[in-house]
């Protein structure tokens, strides 16, 4: 059973996959389960959705102010996707991390690899959608995209997947048909990454 890092350094938990895949569901379920865990909130470019809190779901900043922050050297890692840029503030992950807490960072696969050069203990998680059909079926129920941005994000998906494999950066990649299962999965995932080697 999976308690706590016991006070020792904490560890960086990357979730990252296609758009629509039930990431952040998982990742929420996570920020649940896993004690004493904390949430990187991003910066993005990308405008807010109707749904999201600035602050909660990102920090929404210009294109300028996102330059500015990568200039002064401001972000664990960046990446663009589909037009927007994204990025991880360094100094709060690093900070938790040191207090020993868990840090559910949910992020796409140029920025996973980054992590993954920075911080090669970090635990790197892929999740996959069940199938092609149900990632567009899920795109689409959630309504939070134009036709055209769900294009792109479907299109970028592929990519993804590729780039995940191929980069040998994700440890593991997990199916999310059912979620309580995928939840289930991941944290055993986790709990087997903090065991003694
Ligand atoms: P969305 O626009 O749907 O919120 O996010 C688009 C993609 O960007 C998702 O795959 C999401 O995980 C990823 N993402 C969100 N924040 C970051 C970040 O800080 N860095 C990177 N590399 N990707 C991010």
Redesign the pocket.
């Known amino acids: 059973m999976l308690s706590s890092t016991d006070g020792k350094k904490g560890r960086l938990i990357v979730i990252?996959g296609p758009?629509g895949t039930g990431?952040t569901s998982i990742c929420n379920e996570l920020l649940r389960r896993l004690p004493n865990a904390a949430w990187s909130v991003?910066?993005?470019t990308?405008p807010k959705r109707a749904n999201e809190a600035d602050g909660e779901s990102?920090h929404y900043v210009s294109p300028e102010e996102f330059a500015a922050m990568k200039e002064r050297g401001a972000f664990l890692?960046?990446?663009e996707?589909?037009g927007?840029q994204?990025?991880?503030p360094a100094a709060p992950v690093l900070k938790a991390v040191d207090q020993g807490r868990f840090v559910v960072?949910?992020?796409?696969v140029?920025?996973?690899i980054q992590v993954a050069q920075k911080l090669p203990d970090s635990i790197r998680i892929f999740v996959l959608p069940p199938t092609r059909e149900s990632l567009m079926a899920r795109l689409e129920g959630r309504k939070t995209e134009t036709e055209e941005q769900l294009r792109k994000r479907l299109a970028e998906a592929d990519g993804e997947i590729a780039a995940a494999w191929e980069s040998g950066c994700y440890q593991h990649f997990v199916v999310n048909d059912v979620l309580e299962e995928t939840v289930k999965e991941v944290m055993d995932i986790i709990e087997k990454e903090m065991q003694p080697v």
């Not at 960072?105 to 796409?108: C, F, K």
């Open positions: 990252s758009s990431k991003s910066a993005t990308r990102y890692e960046t990446a996707f589909v927007n994204y990025g991880t960072l949910e992020i796409e140029q920025g996973g």
